[in-house]
């Protein structure tokens, strides 16, 4: 089968991923065999590429908000039936028996496996994966619109969960790319007012489009505080950013897989009268059967442009670039 294959980390501009000829998967019991039609693009697998995250084995393919019909099942896997649409998305699997899985918190599993890092993802034509771990798709969104809901729309999802924001809330969102564009659509249904804080101009305008209360760049004030707020950019920079316009009691989530170092901050200013502030670390499948039960009810428009497998490494440059608008999605 055709796969972009990671044999060496190296900037984007490299070209890192080679286009490969490499054996389908055999599924093993309890697992199924997906033949991919769509892969989302995600800041994580530039973090994977270009070396950022620990412990990635080489040769890896990357690639986590994956889209495809069942194509083989191994022993014991009944859920799905042979070409049936079926999704996966970055937690391959979880142990079920450790102390963070029995207490639903898999996403944080002693023995957690993720897709497009421990093990090989959806920049190929196909892949497997625990059939207890793939996710039906709705009908209401076709393959390039569900794509990145498995991901960015998760991610963004639990997020918001995190920070605890309340209907008619004010929301803060720093950076606007393809989970930001999904939680602001979230944040909307709920009437909360959205501020979005972006460098690019076209991602401003793209908030505006979805409904944002107001836009502007680091460092500006917005029109009042933020009851909670989430930093999608990988940018340790915007955290004192965030606390300080951050209103007594608020939360703020750190939505990134990765960041560059937070800078020291100030007690009084940054953190007093009891802000919160916490990461996301992955998902739970309760996330993802949550996020694509709203995204349907709403129902959630994802912005996606669409390229050939073998531009993958274009892709992520434009990525890296910020020049993306909403989310991009390789076709398989």
């Known amino acids: 089968m055709r796969a972009m294959v ?33 892969c989302g693009v995600c800041h994580t697998d530039l973090h994977t590429v270009e070396g950022d995250l620990p412990d990635v084995p080489l040769p890896r393919i990357p690639g986590h908000e994956i889209v495809g019909t069942v194509a083989g099942r191994g022993k014991g896997a009944t859920r799905f039936a042979g070409g049936e649409r079926v999704g996966a998305a970055w937690l391959h699997r979880a142990c079920g028996v450790c102390v963070f899985c029995r207490s639903g918190r898999e996403n944080l599993c002693l023995d957690g496996r993720f897709t497009g890092y421990q093990v090989d993802g959806g920049y190929a034509e196909y892949m ?12 209401a969104f076709t393959d390039d619109e569900a794509a990145p809901l498995l991901c960015s729309g998760i991610i963004g999802y639990r997020a918001l ?18 989970s930001a564009h999904v939680a602001i659509q979230i944040a909307r249904h709920w009437d909360c007012p959205v501020y979005v804080f972006s460098r690019g101009e076209g991602h401003r305008a793209h908030a505006q489009s979805l409904g944002a209360a107001w836009t ?49 901050m100030d007690y009084g200013k940054h953190m007093y009268y009891e802000k919160t502030l916490r990461s996301v670390a992955n998902a739970t499948r309760e996330d993802g059967d949550d996020l694509l039960r709203i995204a349907g009810e709403i129902p959630i428009k994802t912005a996606t442009t669409v390229h050939p497998l073998e531009d993958a490494n274009a892709v992520l ?16």
């Open 317 to 332: 440059r434009s990525l890296k670039e910020g020049a993306i608008t909403g989310a991009a999605v390789l076709r398989i």
């Open 128 to 139: 497997r994966v625990p059939e207890k771990f793939a996710y039906g798709i709705p009908d």
């Open 161 to 178: 969960k995190l920070s605890r924001i309340r209907p008619g809330g004010v929301l803060g969102l720093y950076g606007f790319g393809g």
């Open 6 to 38: 990671l044999r060496a980390f190296a900037p984007v501009e490299r070209n890192p991923l080679v286009l490969s000829d490499v054996p389908v998967p055999v599924p093993e019991p309890g697992e199924i065999l997906i033949e991919i039609s769509r």
């Open 216 to 264: 502007g760049t680091i460092g500006d004030t917005p029109p009042s505080k933020l009851d909670a707020a989430i930093i999608f950019a990988p940018a340790g920079g915007l955290v004192p950013e965030a606390l300080s316009v951050l209103e007594r009691g608020g939360t703020l989530v750190l939505a990134g897989i990765t960041m560059t170092a937070i800078p020291e």
